[in-house]
């Protein structure tokens, strides 16, 4: 059986009507049916039974792995991962640069069948300075470790094309289809990425474009599956 995998940006639950809704989100997540979920936006109160971030890992039937990067008042925020898969190793990297909003990387090793699966998920700063630091950290982060399946996947926040970033994670690895995914009522950036290494284990790789993707979040879900 494949393996699908998903990388989405849920901005706390708010929709594009301004309504905070996990259920609408934890019905986007049953809609793809992915048994490797990245998220970033994430915020939630661990220390709250039933928080946002237990409840979307119940509703589809995952554990959860926390990526926290910034917490205030509200809780905890960042990234983080669901999985079906079991895990066998996690790290989590601080990939942050000074004066800007904190920033991680979630490196989780995965044991998919016979066959290890590596993936790296973060959520990029907003200026270009910082993300090409935070890729150049992520690009020396992997040179340590192996895997049969090497996945890197975020919110990239990359506007253009030509970026350093993206050409620097393309030469790395192999160019991806890159389908628009913001803002997600009529998507025409592609600031939602994935990579794959080796690129011949890439089945497919598209938006989730639902009528529920388009309210749920102001990104869409980008949706992957592997062969193992």
């Not at 971030?53 to 990234?79: P, Q, V």
């Not at 090793?109 to 270009?128: D, F, P």
């Not at 009529?186 to 497919?204: E, G, H, K």
Request: glycine share 6%; proline share 7%.
């Amino acid at each position: 059986m494949p393996l699908r995998i998903t990388t989405y940006n849920i901005h706390r639950c708010i929709g594009r009507d301004g309504a905070e809704s996990p259920e609408r989100i934890a019905g986007v997540l049953n809609e793809i049916g992915a048994d490797v979920v990245a998220l970033q936006e994430v915020a939630h109160r661990p220390e709250t039974p039933g928080n946002v971030l237990a409840y979307l890992a119940e509703s589809i039937g995952a554990r959860s792995i926390e990526g926290t990067t910034l917490r205030d008042k509200r809780g905890n925020y960042g990234n983080a991962l669901l999985t079906r898969v079991t895990p066998d190793s996690i790290r989590r990297w601080d990939i942050s640069v000074p004066r800007r909003e904190p920033r991680g990387a979630l490196d989780v090793v995965l044991a998919a069948n016979a066959s290890t699966v590596r993936v790296v998920t973060t959520h990029l700063g907003l200026k270009a300075a910082e993300r090409r630091f935070q890729v150049r950290r992520i690009l020396s982060l992997l040179t340590a470790g192996s895997a049969d399946i090497t996945v890197v996947m975020g919110d990239l926040n990359e506007w253009y094309f030509w970026g350093r970033p993206l050409r620097w994670l393309n030469r790395r690895f192999a160019p991806m289809p890159s389908p628009a995914t913001f803002p997600s009522h009529r998507p025409v950036l592609a600031l939602d990425r994935m990579w794959v290494q080796p690129r011949y284990r890439l089945i497919s790789l598209a938006a989730h474009r639902s009528a529920l993707a388009r309210t749920a979040s102001d990104h869409l879900p980008l949706v992957a599956e592997l062969a193992l």
